[in-house]
């Protein structure tokens, strides 16, 4: 699909210093319809769903949470810590509501991986399919998510 | 032949047009002159227009709160523009209720200074200062947390309440190519009106955390702006329910230190939330305390204690730990500091002890 102008528009406040310091595109310079729909391909390919992505970050985000801040195992093989900080995050694309600034540390002690996501991640997945750009420092890789959180 | 390189060479002569037009275009549309503001009818100024009226304000000494350095993702730095703001922004509109959109309230971060504005601010930020300060001492108070004590150079002296936060500017370095202000509580009593100290816990990547922990050195200078604001000691005779956890525990602090300073004989439980002993600091002046104060108590709360700690204090997460001790807390008052998470965890405990919500105070980021 050829990217639109309101892509164009949604991906200008993806850049650095607009809604994050470092933005959400990383190296990332291909337009967003081409980087939302290779990760779509890839999800697709790992025979998932970004629903299925999003609601197994979402699940293990709500147990962690538990720990107030503390590591708390989930599922007897996930180490899950919830850390937050003060303020809120816009969705560059345009929708009211805002996303608390959390961070999401899941180790699977299994198989030694870690992912770290933030609650911005996990609704641009669900609401949008969006991963983030390569390279950007919350980018997450649909194959690494869905090995390291067992989806 | 020559058709063609005529051809070409209009071309060229077009384009070197455009790009000049463009050019004129950029130096002069894009260009704001001299701006007037208006501030709550009164105070008046002459700014140079095009920038944010945060960092114009900023620049004229008046700071407008603001956690996030500007970037529109606190939603702290709201002011009343009555005229000259132009329309609401996408990126003001999430943080701004049906009710202040009514009340032409804006985010001074996301409005530019472009033509002559009417604001209004509340009194108190024309209190703020900002201060130069030499830094007196750093200690590690946990492997995580560091105390700054900051000696206050220019203005030598700050006024605050016991629970209020300052801004702390970080300079441009390896984490940021622009001065950037994060928000901290001042730990230390007010009676000590020249020095403060501030508790700041390491958080990997922070811009402001990083470079308290690993670039400030003892004797550095440094910028910072306040006081802010409105956490702080109730004047009530109601029991104190504290509860903190890590960093959270600075306003606390300072609100027992000026406690103990002034005889408050309020009732006080302070519940501070740690994962183990290593976690935990400050112990010593808080038994301090409980000697000082009438009816003090300190109660630390592990949730996961290591068997070499030997612990035989409370275990549990901090909120499990308020649910135990506290039966009623309907007559009670709270004062939270901590992460978002643990204020959510902590308020709903604290309803479900029959607490109203407008007894819990904390400071809303």
């Excluded at chain 1, 198989?111 to 609401?127: F, P, W």
């Excluded at chain 2, 209004?120 to 995580?144: G, N």
């Excluded at chain 2, 009530?236 to 504290?242: T, V």
Aim: proline share 6%; aromatic share 6%.
């Amino acid at each position: 699909m050829k990217q639109s102008r309101q892509d164009d528009i949604i991906q200008d406040r993806m850049r650095p210093g607009v809604i994050t310091r470092d933005g959400l595109l990383g190296h990332d310079r291909r337009p967003l319809r081409d980087i939302l729909e290779a990760d779509d391909a890839e999800v697709r390919r790992l025979g998932l769903t970004h629903a299925a992505i999003a609601a197994r970050m979402r699940a293990l985000r709500d147990a962690g949470a538990e720990g107030l801040g503390e590591p708390v195992t989930v599922l007897d093989h996930f180490e899950v810590r919830v850390d937050s900080v003060r303020g809120l995050l816009p969705c560059p694309f345009p929708h009211e509501g805002l996303c608390r600034k959390e961070f999401v540390d899941v180790r699977n002690l299994r198989s030694g991986g870690q992912v770290v996501y933030t609650e911005l991640n996990i609704h641009l997945i669900e609401a949008h399919g969006f991963y983030e750009g390569l390279g950007a420092p919350f980018r997450q890789e649909p194959a690494i998510l869905a090995r390291v959180l067992e989806i | 032949m020559t058709a063609l390189l005529i051809a070409v060479g209009v071309l060229c002569a077009i384009n070197t047009g455009l790009a000049l037009l463009l050019m004129l275009a950029a130096a002069t549309l894009g260009r704001v002159g001299p701006c007037r503001i208006t501030i709550n009818g009164e105070k008046e100024m002459t700014v140079a227009g095009g920038r944010s009226l945060l960092a114009t304000l900023k620049d004229e000494r008046i700071f407008i709160p603001s956690a996030c350095g500007g970037r529109g993702s606190c939603g702290l730095c709201k002011v009343t523009v009555l005229e000259g703001a132009g329309p609401l922004l996408p990126t003001e509109t999430p943080w701004l209720t049906p009710e202040e959109q009514k009340a032409n309230i804006r985010l001074a971060c996301q409005v530019k200074v472009r033509r002559d504005l009417q604001i209004r601010i509340p009194d108190e930020l024309f209190q703020v200062k900002q201060y130069r300060a030499r830094v007196a001492d750093l200690t590690d108070l946990t492997h995580d947390i560091k105390q700054v004590t900051l000696d206050l150079e220019d203005p030598p002296e700050i006024h605050f309440k016991a629970g209020q936060y300052i801004q702390l500017e970080v300079p441009p370095y390896a984490l940021t190519d622009e001065p950037v202000y994060r928000a901290y509580s001042v730990a230390s009593g007010p009676a000590d009106t020249r020095r403060i100290e501030l508790e700041i816990r390491y958080v990997p990547n922070g811009i402001c955390t990083t470079y308290v922990h690993k670039h400030l050195r003892v004797g550095d200078t440094v910028t910072l702006n306040g006081p802010y604001g409105e956490f702080g000691l109730t004047d009530s005779d109601a029991e104190m329910l504290c509860i903190a956890g890590g960093s959270g525990m600075a306003p606390i602090k300072s609100i027992l230190t000026e406690m103990a300073r002034t005889g408050n004989p309020r009732r006080c439980r302070y519940f501070f939330g740690a994962r183990a002993r290593r976690d935990l600091f400050l112990l010593e002046f808080m038994r301090e305390l409980e000697k000082t104060l009438p009816d003090f108590r300190f109660i630390p709360a592990l949730s996961n204690p290591d068997p070499a700690d030997h612990w035989e204090g409370e275990v549990g997460r901090v909120t499990e730990v308020v649910a135990r001790h506290v039966r009623d807390a309907s007559q009670a008052e709270a004062f939270l500091c901590g992460s978002p998470l643990m204020i959510d965890a902590c308020i709903q405990v604290l309803r479900e002890k029959g607490m109203p919500e407008s007894k819990i105070f904390y400071d809303k980021f």
